[in-house]
């Protein structure tokens, strides 16, 4: 099974850290996304990236930046962090296999800034 | 404006009971829709694919419905248990790879 791994399940920050959520995948999935999930929304795409060093905005980037240096790994990282960004944070990485595009989830990583 | 809205926002039924939960969407163009189960705490787990041909697809005791015509689906749950307790999430994709659409979800509850 695919698996993709959030480093951390739940993370307290004061406001102005910076702060890296950290995702890796083992399948040698080009795509990697991350998104956060707070209730009553649908998720929100924040950034994805479709090759190493390669990023792209999502639906709500402001005050996130990515980064992909190796294939496995995609980190998200809030330069400083603000209470409005506490939120649940998802990782996926996704294939494509004769055109459908199958996303895996990571367990998420439910981060409160104080 | 694409969007998708599931309803009823929660659902509470006993176990062994049938369920049917909704979704309309009005994203354009349509590659495909999918349902999502989330367990508190975890990440999405796919259950089920349809692109614009396919009508009914089962995985199980979920059973998922696509009316193209009307862009609605419906997620039917057969026999309920304990452990269909969960969020479940409707998902439309658009017209790129990287374009995906999400619900809000439904939370269903199963009460023994």
């Known amino acids: 099974d695919v698996k993709v791994t959030q480093s951390s399940r739940y993370l307290v920050k004061r406001t102005g850290e910076k702060v890296f959520l950290e995702c890796v995948q083992d399948?040698?999935?080009?795509?990697m996304f991350w998104y956060r999930q707070d209730p009553g929304l649908g998720l929100r795409l924040i950034y994805f990236?479709?090759?190493?060093?390669?990023?792209e905005k999502g639906d709500i980037p402001e005050g996130y930046s990515v980064s992909r240096e190796k294939k496995e790994r995609f980190s998200l990282i809030l330069e400083s962090a603000s209470t409005n960004q506490t939120s649940m944070y998802l990782c996926?990485?996704?294939?494509?296999?004769?055109?459908?595009?199958?996303?895996?989830f990571g367990s998420g990583t439910r981060l409160t800034v104080v | 404006k694409n969007q998708v809205e599931q309803s009823p926002q929660s659902l509470i039924i006993l176990e062994g009971k049938n369920c049917t939960l909704q979704?309309?969407?009005?994203?354009?163009?349509?590659?495909?829709l999918r349902w999502y189960k989330q367990d508190t705490g975890r990440g999405p787990v796919s259950l089920t694919i349809?692109?614009?041909s396919e009508n009914t697809k089962s995985n199980g005791r979920y059973t998922a419905t696509l009316d193209a015509d009307t862009k609605q689906s419906s997620l039917h749950i057969t026999a309920s248990q304990l452990s269909d307790s969960a969020s479940y999430i409707c998902?439309?994709?658009?017209?790129?790879?990287?374009?995906?659409?999400w619900g809000a979800g439904t939370k269903l509850i199963i009460k023994p």
């Open positions: 996926a990485s996704s294939f494509s296999d004769r055109g459908r595009i199958g996303y895996t």
């Open positions: 399948m040698d999935h080009e795509n």
């Open positions: 990236s479709y090759d190493v060093k390669m990023k």
């Open positions: 979704c309309n969407y009005t994203v354009s163009p349509f590659s495909n």
């Open positions: 349809m692109t614009f």
């Open positions: 998902v439309v994709r658009g017209d790129s790879n990287y374009q995906l659409i």
